[in-house]
C-alpha cells in the first residue's frame, strides 16, 4: 500500500525558513506514487484542509494557493521517492499541520476530493 511519512516540521519564528519532507515508501510494495501528482495541504485548528502546493508527476508543473505564492517551493526528487515544500519568510497564519498527499493521476492534485493518499501530517508552528 501507499504510505506518505512527512518530516520536517517544528517550532521556527516569523520569517524564518523551514523544508518539509515526504518519503513515499510504497515502492516496496509495488504501490509507489512516482507516475502520480503530488501535493501538501494543511490544517489549522478550526479551519477546513486547504491546497498549498501541488506538483505534476514529472515535476515539469507546479502549483500554489495564493497566500503562499512567491514563499513556498514545491518540488520531488523521484530517485529518493521524496517530495519536498520549501517554505520560507513564514508567517504566524502559516502555522498548521501539513499533509503530503498523493493524486489519482498524473496531474497535481488541488482538492480533496482529487487526493487518493494522505500522510499523517507534520506540525508547523509560527511564533510572532
Known amino acids: 500500500q501507499v504510505q506518505l511519512v512527512e518530516s520536517g516540521g517544528g517550532l521556527v519564528q516569523a520569517g524564518d525558513s523551514l523544508r518539509l519532507s515526504c518519503v513515499d515508501s510504497?515502492?516496496?510494495?509495488?504501490?509507489?506514487?512516482?507516475?502520480?501528482?503530488m501535493g501538501w495541504f494543511r490544517q489549522s485548528p478550526g479551519k477546513e484542509r486547504e491546497f498549498v502546493a501541488g506538483?505534476?508527476?514529472?515535476?515539469?508543473?507546479?502549483s500554489y494557493a495564493d497566500s503562499v505564492k512567491g514563499r513556498f517551493t514545491i518540488s520531488r526528487d523521484h530517485a529518493k521517492n521524496t517530495l519536498y515544500l520549501q517554505m520560507n519568510s513564514l508567517k504566524p497564519e502559516d502555522a498548521a499541520t501539513y499533509y503530503c498527499?498523493?493524486?489519482?493521476?498524473?496531474?497535481?492534485?488541488?482538492?480533496?476530493?482529487?487526493?487518493?493518499?494522505w500522510g499523517q501530517g507534520t506540525v508547523v508552528t509560527v511564533s510572532s
Open positions: 510504497g515502492r516496496t510494495s509495488g504501490r509507489s506514487l512516482s507516475n502520480n501528482g
Open positions: 498527499v498523493g493524486g489519482r493521476g498524473a496531474v497535481m492534485p488541488t482538492t480533496p476530493s482529487g487526493v487518493t493518499a
Open positions: 506538483i505534476s508527476w514529472n515535476g515539469a508543473y507546479t
